[in-house]
């Protein structure tokens, strides 16, 4: 043993020396993380992408829908192109958008209900929703109730969807003018909008919907309220003072009904704030022989041309309005369900002179507001059916 303990030593000493060294060049270079590495990819963006031809694409119903609005129904009305205008697929940067499943979608929704509030876009859009969704049960039927416009019922499915029309969202009554008073100022009467009262068509359906989806800002021009018959505000019954213009009204509207909806609606109900749908006026506004009789999305590099305010054109409105809806909904449960974009390129896929009524655009100018269907809205569909699935999924998730 006395023999080995010097070759025991000098063959442990080395070993210790390696390892301290090794664990000191170790310290110095430290190895870098997996999240490091492999960043996780960006989040699908579905509201920006682009127009892509499909040959292959074909609209999922016809002229025949039982739902269609006669002015949009672009097939009956003989519009030109409707093949390749339903042709163009959009494609979101970073994914691809798979086309609603009618049936699945019917499915996913069992015992629910989807209600739209707003304008006649709003509309557009249920009207492309219900023919849609009517591929998946040729059962569906006409349904109304107190304070809904329109709407249709699935029975296969018992779910419901419909529209509440709500121009304004906020209540607002016609007050003629006093016949005794002087006319001198060319002033009729006033539009009564009460800010923080909203409109009785959609104020007593708190807890019958799941999902909701709002929109206002197609109203909110001087073509619609014009000087001789302005809006004026109200606030507690009593006129806001000083009297608020157009655009600082819809901001008081706006800020008041997002409130009463964070208030009165259950933070269960999916609640979805459709931005503004563009216009595509050519030449002068709608009653001023403004035109959209285009045959081809416009590109990219035009859009700033015809949608940026600065530029002060026909159809400045969309982006001033959305960046004002933000602001209201910002910090709230409700999802801004940004459509603008994807439609702004589309100047192809209005209506135009094709109204289906003689003489429509000889007393009502060209439709470059509304939009064809099949068409356009039939991808807006395909969007929020997607948005619906993820929301209703975290939804089961938090609640597990």
């Known amino acids: 043993m006395v023999v080995?303990?010097?070759?025991?030593?000098?063959?442990?000493?080395?070993?210790?020396?390696?390892?301290?060294?090794?664990?000191?060049?170790?310290?110095?270079?430290?190895?870098?993380?997996?999240?490091?590495?492999?960043?996780?990819?960006?989040?699908?963006?579905?509201?920006?992408?682009?127009w892509v031809i499909d040959p292959n694409r074909r609209p999922m119903y016809d002229d025949t829908c039982p739902f269609h609005r006669n002015s949009w129904n672009c097939i009956r009305n003989k519009r030109l192109d409707m093949a390749r205008i339903n042709s163009w697929k959009w494609v979101p940067h970073r994914c691809d958008l798979p086309r609603i499943d009618p049936s699945r979608f019917l499915d996913l929704m069992r015992n629910k209900r989807i209600g739209f509030i707003g304008d006649s876009l709003n509309e557009n859009f249920l009207v492309a929703f219900l023919c849609v969704l009517r591929s998946g049960d040729v059962g569906a039927t006409k349904w109304k109730r107190k304070g809904a416009w329109r709407g249709a019922f699935f029975p296969k499915f018992n779910v419901t969807v419909s529209y509440h029309r709500a121009v304004l969202l906020a209540k607002y009554e016609w007050q003629p003018k006093d016949s005794s008073v002087s006319d001198q100022d060319g002033l009729k009467g006033i539009f009564r909008v009460d800010v923080d009262i909203p409109a009785d068509d959609w104020a007593n359906i708190t807890d019958f919907y799941d999902v909701l989806v709002f929109n206002t800002g197609h109203w909110w021009g001087f073509d619609k309220f014009p000087k001789e018959k302005p809006l004026v505000f109200y606030k507690g019954g009593q006129p806001i003072v000083p009297p608020l213009q157009m655009l600082d009204g819809l901001k008081a509207v706006l800020?008041?009904?997002?409130?009463?909806?964070?208030?009165?609606?259950?933070?269960?109900?999916?609640?979805?704030?459709?931005?503004?749908?563009?216009?595509?006026?050519?030449?002068?506004?709608?009653?001023?022989?403004?035109?959209?009789?285009?045959?081809?999305?416009?590109?990219?590099?035009?859009?700033?041309?015809?949608?940026?305010?600065?530029?002060?054109?026909?159809?400045?409105?969309?982006?001033?309005?959305?960046?004002?809806?933000?602001?209201?909904?910002?910090?709230?449960?409700?999802?801004?369900?940004?459509?603008?974009?994807?439609?702004?390129?589309?100047?192809?896929?209005?209506?135009?002179?094709?109204?289906?009524?003689?003489?429509?655009?000889?007393?009502?100018?060209?439709?470059?507001?509304?939009?064809?269907?099949?068409?356009?809205p039939d991808t807006w569909v395909d969007i929020l059916s997607q948005l619906i699935h993820q929301g209703l999924e975290t939804h089961q998730t938090l609640q597990q």
């Open 4 to 50: 080995l303990k010097p070759i025991f030593t000098w063959a442990v000493f080395p070993t210790c020396l390696f390892i301290f060294l090794y664990s000191r060049l170790l310290s110095l270079h430290p190895q870098p993380q997996p999240s490091v590495l492999s960043p996780r990819p960006p989040p699908c963006d579905l509201f920006n992408g682009r």
């Open 255 to 376: 800020d008041s009904m997002v409130s009463y909806i964070q208030n009165e609606f259950p933070r269960k109900t999916l609640k979805f704030w459709r931005l503004q749908s563009p216009r595509h006026f050519y030449g002068g506004e709608w009653n001023q022989n403004g035109s959209c009789l285009f045959n081809e999305p416009l590109d990219a590099l035009q859009l700033d041309l015809w949608f940026d305010p600065s530029n002060n054109g026909v159809n400045k409105e969309a982006r001033l309005l959305n960046h004002v809806i933000e602001e209201a909904v910002q910090g709230t449960d409700i999802q801004l369900l940004d459509l603008n974009h994807l439609s702004e390129f589309r100047a192809d896929a209005h209506p135009a002179i094709w109204l289906g009524q003689k003489d429509a655009v000889a007393i009502w100018g060209q439709d470059c507001m509304h939009w064809c269907l099949p068409g356009v």
